[in-house]
């Protein structure tokens, strides 16, 4: 154990003098979007990558209130655009101290009814491969131009742990995730790199209009936690903000609910169980 008097408490500015790139914002409700105004409060230097032309009208503004340094295309299915985004980080930044993978895709038809009958071959291995894979490509290229001290996070859901109704194929995926997570952690802690994954509750977002019943998934969250509320985005970007700064040191391969407590839960209360 360290004398508290050798104790170094990070004082405020937590991000001061910290850049980190932000991977996942498609509009002002995104959670990469929550999570970088939070980084940002607390003087992080930002970059953020955007899938293709349509959201570009959207990010740009949101990048540009936050003066991002870097603001660049990425499509994460495919090798040559993630590269070319990592290399633009290598070449404007040479160094990175954090990475925010806030990224989940599956086909519609894959996220109602019945799993068995509604996830094809090819909508598996798609969900896999934008919802799982790219968090290993995206540390792959990112952990090259980490120091010790740098953080990676990851944003999954329960539906990896339990049976969410119509959450199907994503909830493999983001069991996918989870286990990536701990395996990348496993290669990076020995370089210093911690890698975290934040299980946020549901939240109105637009890959949460996708889910069929989503409606139903963010009033059953509230009623069900036991904090009775929803999952804030605050929240989320709090925790984010605790595993991306010095706040986090000790903190890998760990999966932190964030989602008012829903996932502690394993009967309603009564009276919710008879209305
Ligand atoms: P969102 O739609 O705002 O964000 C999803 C992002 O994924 C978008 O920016 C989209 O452009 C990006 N994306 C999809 N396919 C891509 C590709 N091929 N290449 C690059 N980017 C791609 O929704 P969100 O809810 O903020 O989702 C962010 C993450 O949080 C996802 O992993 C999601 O599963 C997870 N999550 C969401 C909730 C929720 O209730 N909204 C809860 C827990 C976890």
Redesign the pocket.
Known sequence: MSDSTENNFPKGGLMHGKRGLI?????K??????IAQQLHAQGAELGF????EA?EKR?RPLAESVNASIFTP?????DA?MEAAFAEVREKWGELDFLV?????AGREGLKGSFVENTSRENFKMTMD??AF?FVAAAKLAAPMMKPGSSMI?????GSERVIPNYNV?GVA?AA?EACTRYIARDLGPKGIRVNA??????????????SG?RG??STGKDWSLLKED?SMEG?AGSALWLLSDLGRSVAGEVVHV?AGFHAVGMPEPQAVTE
Do not use: Q
């Open positions: 991977m996942g914002v498609a509009n409700n995104s959670i990469a979007w929550g990558t955007y899938l293709g959201l990010v990425c499509d994460v299915a495919d655009s993978h806030s990224i989940g895709f934008i919802s790219s990851t944003l999954t859901y329960l994503m983001k995730l934040i299980s946020a509750g549901p939240m109105r977002t637009l890959a949460m209009a996708g889910i989503g998934m963010l999952t989320v989602d």
